[in-house]
Nanobody, 121 residues
Framework: QVQVVESGGGLVQPGGSLRLSCAAS????????MGWYRQPPGKERELVAVIISGGRTTYADSVKGRFTISGDNAKNTVYLQMNSLKPEDTAVYYC???????????????WGQGTQVTVSS
């Protein structure tokens, strides 16, 4: 079983910055991708950014140029640096991890519990 834990959310003023962290733990044979999703109030969950093994990244258009995703393969961790935050970035941010377990070599998809990010003056 793979557990995913996020940290780093909070309240920030428009234009400010926050850094989210996410760590995956458990019997992981290979991590294929880790990413960040968010769910604004009253809306569906949406992709923010993903990093796949090898380092390729994908971003939602709404965050390009403001957010940066990075990862540490050795530690199964991923970070999201969020700059120039806007009120519309307010959401619960979820970390997602996809890979293969070391036990039985089966695929897994794990989600964190979410961390609240609120952008408001």
């Amino acid at each position: 079983q793979v557990q995913v834990v996020e940290s780093g959310g909070g309240l920030v003023q428009p234009g400010g910055s926050l850094r989210l962290s996410c760590a995956a733990s458990g019997t992981i044979f290979r991590m294929n991708s880790m990413g960040w999703y968010r769910q604004p109030p009253g809306k569906e969950r949406e992709l923010v950014a993903v990093i796949i093994s090898g380092g390729r990244t994908t971003y939602a258009d709404s965050v390009k140029g403001r957010f940066t995703i990075s990862g540490d393969n050795a530690k199964n961790t991923v970070y999201l640096q969020m700059n120039s935050l806007k009120p519309e970035d307010t959401a619960v941010y979820y970390c997602n991890a996809n890979g293969v377990t070391a036990t039985k070599l089966i695929s897994f998809t794990s989600w964190g519990q979410g961390t609240q990010v609120t952008v408001s003056s």
